[in-house]
């Protein structure tokens, strides 16, 4: 059965290339994720042909002149984007991410030894088979990464590739090979050259990876590089009974505890990382960490600003490491005012990150499943009856309150008033009720009554 599924694009921009005279082949990731039983999101071309002969076998197409100073043309073929470059060798790396420039080649071998790891180096074409010059496709069937050639050079020309390797680590769930491994804890220093938005990238899609919790543990010292607020967590002994785990395996544990969704990840992540700055021994010899979910969202928050994280993430990551630690009681009462305060994805979110948190305590201290089934199930069930939450849904508004002759803050602060009487169960959410029951000091003077004591 044949592995390799060209898309119609990526098969007809490969024919009219070959039948101009060039060699073609698709290349890198796509192969890679072919030879992996995976249908690949986009394919990149190599190509002989250089790109003002690459422009001429697209005459007639949308053409996207990305990188031609590196030899590269995006071509629109049936909707699809196709990023054709030509056979190239990179010149020095003095930015430690992109080459100072490039030099044409005619040998595809030449252009597949640029590239960062073996199983990223492979070519394919219809009727030509698989060019596989450095062992990417054994290194896949044994889950390896290991760079193209020399290691250390290929860190050197460009950092970015240590934290790719572990992304594939993570995400494929391989093994960097023990040469690669070395150069990449050697040149880690590296990394700070790196602009955030790329960094974020990538340390984005190695949390969301299924191996996590495994690279987390693996390579503190080479993430430390971009989160050295992860460095003191390494070996901390929390000396608390409800832990098993010094603080960063604990970390990596929980990490793997919580669905591969981004801002899920680095909740769990950071949820903790303000525990060393926050650390005491009480009287009873136990490890205290009092403030420390504050002060970790103090942390995150510093964090994912530096790293370039959207706002509205942050913002998310933010409150759920704040409140990770906080008691949910199976109190439908004080469930709606966790409602109310989240919102309810934040707060079916905020469930998720204490499951995860609990699941690697101390055995003795795990089983609370039980009791995170019962609070998502009592959240249904009040959401299920359409709960007044917020303001917005109370049967009153502005307009019934200034026609009492209320105005400005008196609005908002009867209607929060109103609020808080519902949520505690005090009142029912219905319009006449709740304005029966304002109190003498939210009412105001009917505007019909204003001015006339003598005014």
Request: proline share 5%.
């Amino acid at each position: 059965m044949n592995r390799f599924f060209l898309s119609p694009a990526a098969s007809r921009g490969l024919a009219l290339l070959r039948e101009a005279g060039h060699e073609a082949w698709v290349v890198g990731g796509c192969v890679r994720d072919m030879l992996l039983g995976q249908i690949p999101k986009d394919y990149d071309i190599t190509t002989s042909a250089r790109p003002e002969e690459t422009k001429a076998v697209f005459t007639g197409y949308r053409i996207i002149e990305t990188g031609l100073r590196h030899g590269t043309v995006t071509v629109i073929l049936d909707g699809e984007p196709l990023e054709i470059t030509t056979y190239r060798v990179d010149g020095d790396y003095s930015d430690a991410r992109h080459p100072d420039g490039v030099t044409f080649t005619r040998s595809l071998r030449e252009d597949a030894a640029r590239r960062d790891f073996t199983m990223n180096a492979m070519a394919y074409a219809p009727g030509e088979g698989l060019q596989d010059f450095f062992g990417g496709q054994a290194d896949i069937l044994d889950a390896r990464i290991r760079a193209v050639g020399d290691p250390v050079r290929r860190f050197q020309e460009d950092a970015l590739r240590i934290l790719r390797g572990l992304r594939f680590a993570s995400v494929l769930g391989f093994s960097l090979e023990e040469a690669t491994e070395a150069a990449a804890r050697q040149e880690a220093g590296r990394l700070g050259q790196i602009s955030a938005e790329r960094v974020s990238a990538e340390l984005g899609k190695l949390l969301t990876g299924r191996d996590a919790g495994r690279i987390l543990r693996a390579y503190p010292d080479i993430l430390g590089q971009i989160l050295p607020e992860l460095l003191p967590m390494v070996g901390f002994n929390q000396r608390n009974v409800h832990h098993c785990y010094d603080l960063l395996t604990h970390t990596a544990e929980a990490v793997n505890h919580v669905p591969p969704e981004l801002h899920l990840r680095l909740a769990m992540l950071l949820h903790d990382v303000g525990k060393p700055l926050c650390f005491s021994i009480g009287e009873d010899g136990q490890g205290h960490f009092y403030g420390h979910a504050r002060e970790s969202a103090r942390l995150a928050g510093e964090i994912l600003r530096r790293l370039r994280f959207p706002n509205q993430l942050r913002e998310k990551v933010e409150t759920l490491v704040r409140y990770h630690d906080a008691v949910l009681e199976e109190d439908p009462r004080i469930l709606r005012r966790w409602l109310n305060r989240l919102g309810e994805e934040t707060f079916f979110d905020l469930i998720l990150i204490q499951r995860g948190d609990t699941a690697t305590l101390a055995p003795a201290y795990r089983g609370r499943a039980a009791h995170f089934e019962r609070l998502e199930a009592l959240a249904r069930e009040i959401l299920a009856e359409e709960p007044c939450l917020q303001v917005k849904d109370l049967a009153v508004n502005g307009r019934d309150l200034m026609a009492l002759g209320l105005e400005g803050r008196e609005i908002g602060n009867a209607l929060r008033f109103l609020l808080d009487q519902v949520l505690e169960g005090k009142l029912p959410n219905e319009r006449t009720c709740l304005l029966e029951n304002l109190p003498e000091s939210c009412r105001g003077t009917p505007p019909d009554d204003r001015g006339k004591n003598g005014a």
